[in-house]
């Protein structure tokens, strides 16, 4: 369970390339597919809420560049799991949202991918 944090940022990151392609197969219905990733990932970590609750903490390193000595290190404790579900679920909505307040341009897979991405 320690690698929590880094599935489901890898998992974030892997949609970001395949949201054109999901914008040309589901179309209109594109936002829906798209935010149940972070809707998804949302749930999950609230799932590691009462662990989190209870003082354990996830925490993830490797190394990056190992000629530098750079790691890359994942954590969740409260207060990074409450902004992670806050951030993901806003997230979520904001892409249910763009679909009907900007029509135009939310037809575009880029666009989804660009949101995605933030």
């Keep these: 369970m320690n690698d929590l944090p880094a599935i489901i940022i890898l998992a ?3 949609a970001v ?3 054109p392609l999901v914008s040309r197969i589901a179309g209109d219905r594109a936002p829906y597919v798209l935010s149940a990733l972070p809707f998804a990932a949302s749930g999950i970590l609230l799932a590691a809420w009462m662990p989190v609750a209870d003082g354990e903490t996830y925490f993830q ?3 990056w560049v190992s000629g530098l000595d ?4 994942f954590r969740i404790d409260g207060l990074s799991l409450a ?4 951030v993901l679920a806003v997230g979520g909505l904001v892409l249910i949202y763009a679909r009907g307040y900007m029509p135009g341009v939310a ?3 880029s666009f989804y991918a660009y949101l995605m991405l933030f």
């Design 17 to 19: 390339p395949l949201a």
């Design 12 to 14: 974030l990151l892997a």
């Design 83 to 86: 902004f992670a579900v806050l």
């Design 107 to 109: 037809g575009s897979g």
């Design 61 to 63: 390193s490797f190394a």
């Design 70 to 73: 750079i790691s890359a290190s």
